[in-house]
C-alpha cells in the first residue's frame, strides 16, 4: 500500500452552493459557488477564513464540519464524498475526523474541566476509557491547567475556559479542528494567549486548523489567508511571513 501523502487534501469542495429558504419566494443563497476553482484544506495547514458579517465565513465552515447540508457541490473528506452520507454516517465522520472549537465555548456547568474534556469519548462510545481519561489530563496539562481539572467553569476565566474547549476540541485526536471565533469573546491579552496555543498545538501534533475571525491581526499569523465576500471566495493567498509575530 502506498504511504499516505502527508501534504494530501484533507478536505476538497468544488462548486459549494448553499440556500436558505427563508418564506420568500425565491430562497435565499448565501454561498454562490464557493470553490470556483476548488477549495482544498492540506494536511497541516493553519488556514485563516475572513470576511465581512453575513459573507458566509459560519456556514461555510457548518457545511465543512458537517453540521450543515450543501444545497449542491461536492465535499470530499479524506478522499471519501461525503456530500450524499445519511445523518448517522455524518455524525460518525464528525466524531472521528473533526474537532470544534467556538466562540463561545459551551461548557457544561455542572461538569469540571476535566469532564468537560472527555465528553467527546463519553457522547461518541458511551463511556470514558482510563487512556482516554489520561489523554484528556495531559492535554489540560499540556494548554496550562494542571492545577484547574476539578474546577468548573464557573471558576475559570474567560480565556481558561477557551483552552479547555481546546483540550476538548483534541482529545479525540482529529485531523482537522474548525475554529470560529475562537477568540472573539476575550480580551486582546486572553486573545493572544489562546492564539499561540492553537499554533503550538498545531505545530507540536500536526493538526490541521481553519479559523473563522475577524481579528486581521490574527489572520496574519496564521499560514494562508482565504477571504470571502458575499457568498464568493475574493482571495486565497499564502501569508508572507506568519512567524514574524506568532508569540507577540
Keep these: 500500500m502506498a504511504a499516505t501523502d502527508p501534504r494530501a487534501a484533507l478536505i476538497e469542495l468544488a462548486d459549494v452552493h448553499k440556500s436558505y429558504n427563508i418564506g420568500l419566494p425565491s430562497e435565499a443563497e448565501v454561498l454562490h459557488g464557493v470553490a470556483l476553482r476548488v477549495l482544498r484544506v492540506l494536511r497541516?495547514?493553519?488556514?485563516?477564513?475572513?470576511?465581512?458579517?453575513?459573507?458566509?465565513k459560519?456556514?461555510?465552515?457548518?457545511?465543512?464540519?458537517?453540521?450543515?447540508?450543501?444545497?449542491?457541490?461536492?465535499?470530499l473528506l479524506q478522499g471519501e464524498a461525503v456530500q450524499h452520507l445519511d445523518d448517522s454516517?455524518?455524525?460518525?465522520?464528525?466524531r472521528n475526523t473533526l474537532g470544534f472549537v467556538f466562540q463561545f465555548h459551551h461548557l457544561l456547568p455542572a461538569f469540571s474541566a476535566l469532564e468537560n474534556v472527555t465528553l467527546p469519548a463519553l457522547l461518541s462510545e458511551g463511556r470514558v476509557s482510563s487512556v482516554q481519561?489520561?489523554?484528556?489530563?495531559e492535554l489540560l496539562a499540556a494548554v496550562g491547567l494542571v492545577d484547574a481539572m476539578a474546577k468548573r467553569?464557573?471558576?475559570l476565566s474567560g480565556g481558561m475556559?477557551?483552552?479547555v474547549a481546546i483540550a476538548r476540541a483534541l482529545v479525540m485526536d482529529p485531523p482537522l479542528?474548525?475554529?470560529?471565533?475562537p477568540t472573539g469573546n476575550l480580551d486582546t491579552a486572553s486573545s493572544d494567549e489562546?492564539?499561540?496555543?492553537?499554533?503550538r498545538m498545531h505545530a507540536e501534533r500536526g493538526t490541521s486548523f481553519v479559523i473563522v475571525t475577524h481579528d486581521s491581526r490574527l489572520a496574519k499569523r496564521c499560514d494562508r489567508l482565504v477571504e470571502l465576500i458575499d457568498g464568493r471566495i475574493s482571495h486565497d493567498r499564502a501569508v508572507a511571513d506568519p512567524a514574524v509575530n506568532i508569540s507577540h
Design 161 to 163: 475556559q477557551q483552552r
Design 133 to 137: 481519561r489520561e489523554r484528556a489530563r
Design 177 to 181: 479542528v474548525l475554529a470560529d471565533e
Design 44 to 56: 497541516g495547514e493553519f488556514i485563516a477564513l475572513m470576511g465581512p458579517s453575513g459573507s458566509g
Design 89 to 94: 454516517a455524518l455524525t460518525l465522520r464528525r
Design 58 to 75: 459560519s456556514t461555510l465552515l457548518n457545511i465543512v464540519g458537517l453540521l450543515e447540508r450543501m444545497t449542491s457541490g461536492s465535499y
Design 194 to 199: 489562546v492564539f499561540v496555543l492553537l499554533r
Design 153 to 155: 467553569p464557573s471558576e
